[in-house]
């Protein structure tokens, strides 16, 4: 008998052998590393793989589930060289009922990216931030109080995101949320409405004649010799928009002199779902365009936390509130032709 076919046979069992291996690796590889072979719907439903991995700026398998406290928790994680793990907490929370205009500070501002439309919120650079459920949803949350609402609070807790993902994954689980607890929005807009993330501007110089960009609006005292008025500003004035302003402080080399930030925060707030907490704010009202109109003003942080010299607290407070307050309702009130 020849030899031959042996030969032919032992090569033939190697091809084959090789070629299942390769399989089984590639099948791991997908399996672990993509959705492929993964569930398309995650956290009950409340959104899809997809989307999740859009939001996510990594490489891995994709997967989501649900905690005792009713929030999502979203994962990328892969074994492959070079991938890296990203974790996102999506949480429903109750809130104060003036949130997110509180009195320790704003949980929306021109220094955040602004997600307008019917389920509202905002997000830092990071991603990190909140969406808004409908008033109806108030028992969603634990612990919920009288007079108090709900967000759906978002944390990124490891790795990177694309931020204008993350805020159109969390609006649309919001809409799910809320549809599973029977509370979801009156159809009044499409479902895909308002899901275009604003981002916030960078802090510049203001305008003397025309502070925030808001015509008319300007401040009687000039800001002190070598701190110049800066602003940065978010939203629309449709929905909703802010600005901060803030002092451009002399460099001296210290970590101090980047931690300032905002002296005022300014907003008109024509949103919706906003207009309850800016009414429990007790903020100024009108009726502008034909819409519900507050325009809200935070005083609180014309005091900075701990400021170090008595020409830096003078600066603090160089503008009086009620100057600030007052030419900036009147120019918003011109500007947006209010009854």
Request: aromatic share 6%; proline share 6%; with cysteine.
């Amino acid at each position: 008998m020849s030899t031959e076919a042996p030969r032919k046979r032992r090569r033939t069992w190697l091809v084959t052998a090789a070629v299942c291996a390769l399989a089984v690796v590639a099948g791991g590889t997908v399996a672990t590393n993509t959705n492929v072979l993964g569930p398309h719907d995650l956290c009950d439903g409340r959104l899809s793989s997809e989307d999740a991995g859009k939001s996510l700026d990594g490489f891995g398998r994709v997967t989501g589930k649900v905690n005792h406290a009713d929030g999502c928790f979203v994962e990328q994680s892969g074994w492959l060289p070079g991938a890296k793990d990203a974790q996102v907490r999506l949480e429903p929370m109750s809130v104060n009922a003036v949130d997110p205009f509180g009195r320790s500070g704003w949980g929306i501002s021109g220094a955040q990216n602004i997600l307008p439309g019917a389920l509202p919120g905002a997000f830092d650079q990071h991603g990190n931030g909140w969406v808004s459920l409908p008033s109806d949803c108030t028992s969603i949350a634990a612990g919920t109080a009288q007079g108090s609402r709900t967000v759906l609070h978002v944390n990124v807790e490891q790795g990177d995101v694309d931020p204008a993902e993350l805020a159109r994954l969390a609006q649309g689980a919001a809409r799910e949320l809320a549809a599973g607890h029977d509370c979801a929005p009156a159809v009044s807009e499409p479902e895909n409405a308002g899901t275009d993330l604003l981002e916030a501007s960078a802090v510049t110089r203001s305008d003397p004649a025309e502070v925030c960009g808001l015509t008319g609006f300007t401040l009687a005292a000039p800001a002190p010799a070598g701190s110049p008025l800066k602003e940065q500003t978010s939203g629309s004035r449709d929905d909703a928009w802010f600005c901060d302003l803030s002092l451009e402080q002399p460099t001296t080399g210290l970590a101090r002199d980047k931690e300032h930030g905002a002296f005022a925060r300014l907003a008109i707030i024509k949103n919706p779902a906003l207009l309850p907490s800016a009414k429990e704010g007790k903020f100024e009202h009108a009726v502008c365009g034909g819409k519900e109109t507050y325009f809200a003003t935070d005083s609180l942080t014309f005091v900075w936390a701990s400021p170090e010299t008595p020409e830096e607290r003078a600066a603090a407070s160089f503008f009086p509130k009620s100057d600030v307050w007052d030419r900036f309702t009147a120019a918003a009130r011109k500007a947006l032709a209010c009854d």
